[in-house]
């Protein structure tokens, strides 16, 4: 069975601090899509990234990285320099690819509150 | 363009009643996911729909719970016999086809079941 874990329930942080969030998966596929959802205090999940497995290579896009790590099952998030608009919920996802729905499986969520 | 859109925002019910909730995908989208969301959770997929036909449903809880997308474009959910457990939002995704796997989030429905 598919799981996605995020073991940090809230953090908070000062704006300008990085901030790391952390997301362990489990899934007996081969082949899988891992993906980061943003939710805002509106409430309508914003996509921001999606990796397939066989692509490790980690990712930067502005201010944001990701690090995929297939033998720690882990695909973490990092906000650089953090500002107080990156104050959401954000979700970690996992999908199997392949012969199914691809539904995601979602963890339940980190709270990142930025403080001025 | 527009995004996908979720129609009522907010629905107050009470319990034993019957509701729909609508779900208006990206035009051209091709596949269709139900997730439902508690309170303080991630969501959980419900039912999914490539074209007309639900091709997976497995995530419905029980058959109080069933969906249609007739033209396969716009979708309803429907809630028989409603309880107070189903007080969640509700999210429709839509996505360009199975393959491609991004999927676009609507606003969501957030259903109260007095």
């Known amino acids: 069975a598919q799981k996605v874990t995020q073991a940090q329930t809230e953090i908070s942080v000062v704006e300008k601090e990085d901030v790391t969030l952390d997301c362990v998966y489990e899934t007996r596929d081969t082949t899988y899509y891992l993906f980061w959802y943003k939710q805002p205090p509106s409430g309508e999940l914003v996509f921001l990234i999606r990796?397939?497995?066989?692509?490790?290579q980690n990712e930067i896009s502005g201010r944001y990285s990701w690090n995929f790590q297939k033998s720690t099952s882990s695909f973490n998030f990092t906000i650089t320099a953090s500002q107080v608009v990156d104050s959401a919920v954000y979700f970690c996802a996992l999908s199997e690819a392949g012969g199914g729905s691809e539904k995601l499986v979602f963890g339940k969520g980190t709270k990142l509150t930025v403080n001025p | 363009g527009a995004g996908v859109s979720q129609t009522p925002s907010n629905k107050v019910t009470e319990k034993g009643k019957y509701v729909e909730l609508r779900c208006d995908p990206i035009s051209g989208h091709t596949a269709l996911y139900w997730y439902r969301q508690s309170l303080g959770q991630g969501p959980e997929f419900l039912i999914y729909f490539q074209g007309t036909g639900a091709a997976d449903d497995s995530g419905l809880p029980n058959d109080r719970f069933f969906a249609v997308r007739p033209e396969g474009s716009v979708s309803t959910l429907k809630i028989q016999r409603t309880e107070r457990g189903d007080s969640a939002v509700y999210l429709c995704a839509s996505s360009p086809d199975r393959v491609s796997n991004e999927q676009f989030f609507g606003p969501g429905t957030r259903l109260t079941v007095l």
């Open positions: 990796r397939n497995s066989f692509d490790e």
